[in-house]
């Protein structure tokens, strides 16, 4: 049987659930939330249901359709309150990214979701694709040796102006950053020990605060990453590249190259299978299902938020932060 979800929020980010659950039989939409009416009609246009199954708040929905699930994709600030009337009511929830704005009220939801019996993930879907998920696995298989030593920066404009995150005051970290911090973490496949950030604003950001960051994070087995990223730059770039002891990971225009001193670059084969948001739905339907819990479960996702979070910390305390500072892994 298909399982039954609630949308709330369809429309910008919260668009993809919609068209994707219209063309699968394994999940099914049986209500919408939003406040906007054109987001509503839009939806309604993609999946054919009927107005009499949109509503204007998610206590409505739940009072009113029979759900398994709630998809909730709203400003990240509502998150953590809307999760939690999800929960109570028994509801599984997919979220997407940040997971919530703050580590306590993640750490929360994790505990009220356990409580009650009930899974909840995040759609942090920017590591899977398929250069990012073979490098992943060839750091994991050690295919080339162990990793030593990483680089990651990403610089480009944020589109459309300022975004959810403009009167934080770690905006990039909270804004981006959260994909960037999940990403490196998945790559190494290792927990991060400790880490060190500077969050800087330039004079001609938008945002109130933090618009880039400068830090580095160190794994467990001692691998450490350099993290440069901002989204305020006035010429975009980035790199993406971990050093193991036969030479050099990198991602380039889409590929997976590995580079040998005094040798040829050579493009590695990317590995085959669902990327991005079909991944993420195909591996929560099946956790919901009795299967295993995905990287991208809440309680997994605590150390991603525990990152960021700890990354504002060290900025405004100049001090090294441990993880296990913020949460117990």
């Known amino acids: 049987m298909a399982v039954q979800c609630i949308h709330m929020g369809v429309g910008g980010r919260g668009k993809w659930p919609v068209q994707m659950f219209a063309e699968r039989d394994d999940v099914a939409s049986v209500a919408f939330v939003d406040i906007h009416e054109d987001n509503m009609n839009a939806a309604m246009a993609v999946s054919g249901l009927p107005e009499s199954k949109c509503f204007r708040t998610l ?16 400003p990240p600030d509502a998150h953590a309150p809307m999760m939690l009337e999800a929960i109570k009511a028994g509801k599984h929830v997919l979220v997407e990214k940040p997971f919530t704005k ?5 750490k929360q939801v994790v505990a009220e979701a356990e409580r ?21 696995r060839h750091l994991r298989e050690e295919t080339y040796g162990k990793a030593s030593f990483g680089l990651f ?34 790559i190494f496949g290792a927990l991060p020990t400790r880490m060190w950030a500077h969050s800087f604003n330039p004079p ?9 960051v400068s830090g580095w994070i160190e794994f467990d087995g001692g691998a450490t990453a350099t993290y440069f990223a901002t989204f305020e730059p006035h010429k975009s770039g980035g790199e993406t590249r971990v050093d193991v002891d036969e030479g050099t990971l990198s991602i380039e225009r889409g590929e997976l190259i590995l580079t040998r001193r005094k040798a040829d670059p050579e493009v590695l084969p990317l590995d085959a299978g669902p990327t991005s948001t079909t991944l993420i739905v195909d591996q929560f339907l099946a956790w919901i299902n009795g299967g295993d819990e995905p990287e991208f ?22 001090r090294i932060v441990s993880l296990k500072e913020l949460v117990n892994v």
Do not use: F
């Open 102 to 106: 703050t580590l306590s009220s993640a």
């Open 204 to 212: 001609w950001s938008p945002y109130k605060g933090g618009a880039g």
């Open 116 to 136: 009650a019996g009930v899974k909840v993930g995040v759609s942090q879907n920017a590591k899977y694709n398929a250069t990012t998920m073979t490098l992943a």
């Open 297 to 318: 479960s809440g309680r997994n996702n605590l150390v991603t938020v525990a990152m960021v979070e700890g990354m504002g910390i060290s900025s405004e305390s100049g």
């Open 59 to 74: 206590e409505q929905a739940l009072n009113n359709v029979a759900a398994d699930c709630v998809v909730l994709i709203t």
């Open 153 to 186: 920066t990403k610089m480009g404009w944020r589109s459309k102006g300022v975004h959810h995150s403009g009167r934080d005051d770690h905006a990039y970290l909270w804004e981006r950053g959260i994909h960037d911090l999940d990403t490196t973490r998945y």
